[in-house]
């Protein structure tokens, strides 16, 4: 069965420092691949996807997220985090060419920024 | 654009008794929308697919008598928690297919907290 791993289950960053958030998957067909956001008290908003093509990917909010195939990873990186980041962050997986279909998540991770 | 709604936000219900909770696209017509479940600290675990115009598809471990499906519309699918538990006690999130015009993305509604006592 598919699976998806984030390792960090909670980090703690201050201001301007640079964030990469670990996304690890087991399935070895063609996948698309996900982060969403999820702000206190708020429903999940998609930060970037990977469908197809150059494997750097860049979203909302100065995110972006690199697919190593060989790896199996999708990591979320920014480089200078602000305050209004702090959220969850959650990777997500379709296996095949489903499109957004039959999302499956990771565990998420929080992120909370010190001013 | 591509908002989606749930209500209600929160419902507290007794033992036994049965809950609707309704999952609407207010700016687009979605004829797939899902049905997921969240667990305190733990990922969301997808429930159910639900098409409009047929029966909803259950992933495995989901019953399909106690979690109701209904989507009667483009724009409305419903979930039934019957006879509910206090295990039942969860948030349940939906989502929204976009079309064509939103990349295949899922539009996620707000959530709906549930607690059985």
């Known amino acids: 069965a598919q699976s998806v791993s984030q390792h960090n289950h909670h980090v703690i960053l201050s201001e301007a420092a640079s964030l990469e958030l670990g996304c690890n998957y087991s399935y070895g067909g063609t996948v698309n691949l996900f982060w969403y956001v999820q702000y206190p008290g708020q429903h999940l908003q998609l930060l970037l996807k990977?469908?197809?093509?150059?494997?750097l990917v860049k979203g909302i909010k100065g995110f972006e997220a690199e697919f190593i195939k060989s790896k199996f990873s999708f990591n979320l990186r920014k480089p200078s985090v602000q305050w209004s980041d702090t959220a969850e962050y959650f990777c997500a997986v379709t296996p095949g060419k489903t499109g957004a279909n039959n999302l499956f998540f990771g565990t998420g991770t929080r992120l909370t920024v010190i001013p | 654009g591509a908002v989606v709604s749930q209500h209600p936000s929160r419902v507290i219900c007794k033992s036994g008794t049965s809950v609707k909770i309704e999952c609407r696209s207010l700016?687009?017509?979605?004829?797939?929308m899902f049905w997921y479940r969240q667990f305190p600290k733990q990922s969301l675990m997808l429930m159910a697919t639900?098409?409009?115009?047929?029966?909803?598809t259950y992933e495995q471990g989901v019953e399909k008598d106690k979690f109701l499906i209904n989507h009667a519309s483009l724009t409305l699918s419903t979930l039934t928690v019957t006879s509910a538990h206090p295990e039942d006690s969860s948030f349940y999130i939906c989502s929204a297919l976009g079309g064509a015009w939103g990349g295949g993305e899922q539009f996620f509604g707000p959530g709906t907290r549930l607690t059985v006592l």
């Open positions: 639900s098409n409009e115009g047929s029966k909803a």
């Open positions: 990977y469908f197809s093509g150059d494997p």
């Open positions: 700016d687009f017509q979605a004829t797939t």
